[in-house]
């Protein structure tokens, strides 16, 4: 064929086919590519979707089968099973199925004839209505309504006559059904039960279904295929603010993943569908269908493109997820009371936090670091306006130079001061508080007797006695091998154990070598005399017992003097050096020195630490360390000036943190973070938190858990008593709020009297402010959930067979109370370590809910408890044995006991007849 005029006949002859077939196949590929590139490898949530699906589906067949398995093994399930098979059998088969088919071919009959008489009823009432329309219209036309009127009258004889018919109809069709369903009834009854046994099952079957949807053919299934993959999203309305401060949503995709978190029995699954960690505690209490994930975890939320972009592991995003212990920095944001969340089984959910903060308050971080809500922490270093008074210049000089030589575990820091600087800063130490220690000590002469009496060893045995039993051990040792109270985690107390936490209060092994025999005696005489804001209290000493306790502390460390030391000390030039060094430093921060009171903080403000990026972190030449805030504030706790550089000084002391505690400080200043959840989202603060709050930095500062087991933590003295003396111990104070009336407490606090006068050790004072007692009552009775109310109770109004049989139970013909309880002068019998206080002294103490309680059951409020139990199996003699009345008996005749002191019980009361009262076998 002729091709076209003006065509190169060479290039018409050349073939493209090849061309033509490569293009498409490149085309077919990168289709495909794009394809698989834009749903699989830039979206594996689907791909964890769809493993997801398969995972929860053989796990709720599984349970199934698990379930199958224990019905079979019911004799219930066996029992109801057969019977259905029976029921089912005898009525499909003989004379019950034939006329079971018989009734159903009536029924069908019977229905039609039913609906076509119901019919006609329906067709003669319309007619009805329409006659109806007509008669109304014409007497409103003033027209002749006498024709409708006739028809109305036979449409309704019609209707009549209808009705009777359908009727008869629907009642042949009820008789059918009735013959059907009485033949049915004990099949469907059965079924009924077996539904109830299964429904277990057919959940968990339905649960499986909904996962690997199934295709089926006459109820057999063919085959299942997965969910199609969908982005689980939850949009939290104003939950962030924008560049403007406006308020936006915050989008978290994070259980297009993570699909069992918010569902139970997947504890053992892997990540990423794992239930949530305290399910109950959590997940129901913040449901991430409205609260998310990334509140609390942080992380990328929208993102879902790859693990590493949506867990935020990326330099670019500021918010990294949070792993670990460190997830619980989040708690503070909404809680107030975070120290209270507890898990189903009662252990802190954020015990590292909590940690954290009491390290924290209890190393004076706040002294040197302006935090929010952490202002007006008291300062925890020793009162230096009188230093002169109490410290050895030699012994100054060395403290300052190297704190840990002298007490290895303290809480002063390490400023890693020269000599030199030491030296110029207790200059100006001693000579600032020249003054002021000249008058103290002038109005505080020494003891005449005091130098005689310390090398006294009648006295020195005594002060040991005193030492080891009045309560100094609850905060201080005396042995160097020995710890007290620890700040910090500790595993063990015992000598020769691993002890990396710090002491509350100072070891005493080498106080002889500080300070002055004659400023000791002065001191334990009354500790707030020289320091107006000691965490330290009055045992309430006497001048005999202030000596003793002396005599036996000089005993401990021996004074080395420095050469030339005392000329160094009056330089002037030292003294103004060492006025730079304390304001350079910031020695006010945990001190009270004199003319510092207005000096600010010297270190960083840390009120939105958590939040500082990468770019704020200086790491200096430590390039071994990897970049990332975790590992620099790790670091920088280990070794405050490592990142120091020739330029770059750095001046936070090194504490010697344990890593355990590193670790828990890491996560409290991560809570310290920008920006402030809606109240909308935030737990609603009550009272009762803020008490708690408030009431536990007092627990902290003042130590009570060097005596106390508060919280069920501390009790530290208790491991001093043997197992069969731990009576002697301090009481413990849990559920404290509870037990005792809060007007009591605070006059308790204030001027402590002795609740069990065969004691050896002393509740000290603490010479509380008003507000300082309302604080520590608020505290424990919000512990405890209790609403202070007035409290009376009329105990002349106590009706006379009640008491009587109060007095009764308290025989040694029943429960024999005074074989343990004091009353007035008179001790019970038996050695001390069985004793129980006075009953006389209830009234004005215990709570009569509380002692309600304590009697039916002793041990359900202080496991562990001497008090014996008698409820349940209380006399049957008394009361007609009515347990509850027997109690209220009880608490009637403690509380009139203590308000008749030394009065027998009326006459009425003796005589009265105990109702219910049965002759005794």
Not at 194 to 217: C, F, H, S
Not at 433 to 447: I, M
Not at 704 to 709: D, R
């Amino acid at each position: 064929m002729a091709g076209r005029p003006g065509l190169d006949p060479i290039e018409e002859g050349k073939s493209y086919s090849a061309l033509f077939v490569l293009m498409v196949a490149v085309l077919l590929v990168t289709a495909v590519w794009s394809i698989w590139d834009d749903n699989i490898s830039r979206r594996p949530w689907k791909e964890y979707q769809v493993q997801w699906d398969r995972l929860a589906y053989d796990k709720y067949m599984k349970d199934a089968a698990d379930e199958q398995h224990r019905l079979d093994a019911d004799p219930e399930y066996q029992k109801v099973s057969k019977e259905l098979a029976e029921a089912r059998k005898e009525r499909d088969s003989g004379a019950s199925a034939a006329k079971l088919a018989a009734l159903r071919g009536q029924l069908t009959d019977l229905n039609n004839v039913a609906n076509d008489k119901d019919q006609l009823v329906r067709f003669t009432k319309s007619y009805l209505t329409e006659r109806w329309y007509g008669y109304n219209h014409a007497v409103q036309e003033r027209e002749d309504p006498a024709p409708y009127k006739k028809e109305i009258d036979q449409l309704n004889a019609e209707l009549a006559q209808e009705n009777i018919v359908s009727d008869k109809a629907k009642d042949n069709l009820q008789a059918v059904k009735d013959q059907i369903e009485a033949l049915n009834s004990k099949v469907e009854s059965l079924t009924d039960q077996m539904k109830k046994l299964t429904a277990k099952r057919e959940d968990l079957l339905d649960k499986a279904d909904t996962w690997m949807i199934p295709v089926k053919l006459r109820n057999t299934v063919l085959f299942r295929y997965p969910k199609i993959p969908k982005i689980q999203q939850t949009a939290i309305d104003d939950f962030d603010r924008n560049a403007f401060d406006e308020a936006i949503a915050r989008v978290d995709r994070c259980q297009s993943c993570h699909m069992g978190a918010d569902k139970k029995g997947f504890e053992n699954a892997p990540e990423p569908f794992r239930t949530h960690s305290n399910f109950d505690q959590i997940i129901l209490k913040h449901p991430p269908e409205k609260l998310g994930c990334t509140p609390c975890h942080d992380g990328q939320g929208p993102a879902v493109s790859s693990v590493r972009v949506a867990h935020g592991d990326d330099p670019d995003w500021d918010s990294p997820m949070l792993r670990g212990d460190k997830m619980q920095s989040r708690c503070i944001k909404c809680h107030i009371d975070v120290g209270s969340l507890v898990d189903a089984g009662g252990k802190p959910i954020a015990a590292n936090w909590v940690e954290g903060e009491r390290m924290f308050q209890q190393t004076g971080c706040a002294g040197c670091h302006l935090v929010a809500g952490y202002e007006d922490l008291p300062k925890i270093g020793p009162y230096l306006k009188l230093a002169a008074a109490k410290l050895d210049p030699s012994w100054t000089v060395r403290w300052i130079t190297s704190p840990d030589d002298f007490r290895r575990y303290t809480r002063m820091p390490d400023f890693m001061f020269s000599r030199a600087q030491a030296t110029a800063l207790a200059a100006f130490i001693l000579d600032s508080s020249s003054k002021n220690s000249k008058e103290w000590l002038a109005a505080h002469p020494e003891l005449a007797t005091l130098e005689a009496d310390v090398n006294n060893p009648a006295f020195v045995e005594e002060g040991n006695g005193l030492f080891e039993s009045v309560g100094c051990k609850g905060c201080h040792a005396i042995d160097p091998r020995e710890h007290a109270t620890p700040v910090g985690v500790v595993s063990a107390l015992g000598p020769g154990h691993a002890f990396t936490a710090k002491d509350f209060a100072p070891n005493l092994s080498k106080i002889a070598e500080k300070t002055s025999a004659a400023w000791v005696y002065t001191w334990l005489k009354n500790p707030h005399d020289f320091s107006p804001h000691t965490a330290m209290p009055s045992l309430r000493l006497s001048d005999h017992e202030a000596e003793a306790l002396t005599a036996f502390l000089m005993t401990h460390g021996k004074k080395r003097e420095i050469a030339g030391i005392e000329t160094m000390l009056k330089d002037p030039e030292q003294i103004k050096k060492g006025e730079a060094l304390v304001r350079k430093y910031g020695c006010f921060g945990c001190h009270e020195i004199e003319g510092m009171d207005k000096e600010s903080r010297t270190g960083v403000d840390l009120t939105t630490f958590g939040s500082k990026h990468l770019d704020e972190l200086f790491f200096g030449n430590q390039t071994q360390i990897p970049e990332t805030w975790d590992q620099w504030t790790f670091h920088k706790l280990q070794n405050p000036r490592l990142y120091a550089t020739r330029n770059v000084e750095q001046l936070m002391p090194k504490f010697h943190f344990a890593s355990a505690d590193i670790r828990n400080l890491v996560v409290f200043l991560a809570g310290l973070t920008q920006g402030r959840v809606q109240e909308r989202y935030r737990m609603p603060g009550s009272e009762h938190q803020t008490q708690i709050v408030a009431g536990r930095r007092m627990v902290n500062y003042y130590n009570c858990v060097g005596c106390h087991i508060v919280e069920d933590r501390g009790g530290y003295i208790r491991r001093f008593y043997p197992g069969d003396e731990i009576n002697f111990a301090p009481p413990i104070l849990n559920g404290e709020g509870f037990k005792v009336q809060p007007e009591w407490l605070f006059a308790f606090l204030q001027g402590p009297t002795s609740i069990r006068p065969w004691l050896k050790i002393r509740m000290p004072t603490f010479h509380f402010t008003n507000g300082d007692d309302d604080t520590v009552v608020n505290y424990f009775t919000a512990l405890s959930d209790v609403n202070v109310v007035y409290m009376f109770i009329d105990t002349n109004l106590i009706a006379p067979a009640e008491l009587a049989a109060g007095v009764k139970l308290m025989t040694k013909d029943y429960f024999n109370c005074f074989s343990c309880h004091q009353q007035g002068d008179k001790k019970p019998e038996g050695p001390p370590s069985g004793w129980a206080p006075d009953l006389a002294l209830a009234h004005q103490r215990l709570n009569p809910d509380w002692i309600t309680k304590w009697i039916a059951n002793p041990s359900a409020l202080q496991p562990g408890t001497k008090m014996p139990s008698y409820y349940p199996g209380g006399p049957d003699d008394i009361l007609g044995g009515n347990q509850d009345k027997q109690i209220r008996a009880l608490v009637d005749y403690i509380f009139w006991l203590g308000t008749h002191p030394g009065e027998a019980i009326p006459v009425q009361a003796a005589t009265a007849p105990v109702k219910g009262e049965v002759s005794k076998k």
